[in-house]
């Protein structure tokens, strides 16, 4: 069984910076990609950010420029690293990865969530 717990999320006034932790727990083999989600209200779920294993990374345009993502293997962590930010950065985000699993006649891949952190940006 493998977890993501989403930290770093609060209230900041526009401009502001926040930086988003997401740490993976429990037994696998790897992590392959992992990305960020954010979702306001009454608004579909969209990806913000990913970075591969390799390290290469993806922004969506809306965040180009102001958001950094990077991840520590060692610590099993990623995070998100946002700079002047905007009213309209308002969301809950999300983190997700996907993990191998390894086992004696078993390698899977799957996709697991974490339970959203809240970013709040005011005027």
């Known amino acids: 069984q493998v977890q993501l717990v989403e930290s770093g999320g609060g209230l900041v006034e526009a401009g502001g910076s926040l930086t988003l932790s997401c740490v993976a727990s429990g037994t696998f083999f790897s992590i392959n990609a992992m990305e960020w989600y954010r979702q306001a209200p009454g608004k579909q779920r969209e990806l913000v950010a990913t970075?591969?294993?390799?390290?290469?990374?993806h922004y969506a345009d809306s965040v180009k420029g102001r958001f950094t993502i990077s991840r520590d293997q060692s610590k099993s962590t990623m995070y998100l690293q946002m700079n002047s930010l905007k009213p309209e950065d308002t969301a809950v985000y999300y983190c997700?990865?996907?993990?191998?699993?390894?086992?004696?006649?078993?390698?899977?891949?799957?996709?697991?969530w974490g339970q959203g952190t809240q970013v709040t940006v005011s005027t």
């Open positions: 970075i591969a294993a390799d390290g290469s990374t």
């Open positions: 997700s990865a996907e993990f191998r699993v390894v086992a004696d006649y078993s390698d899977e891949e799957f996709d697991s």
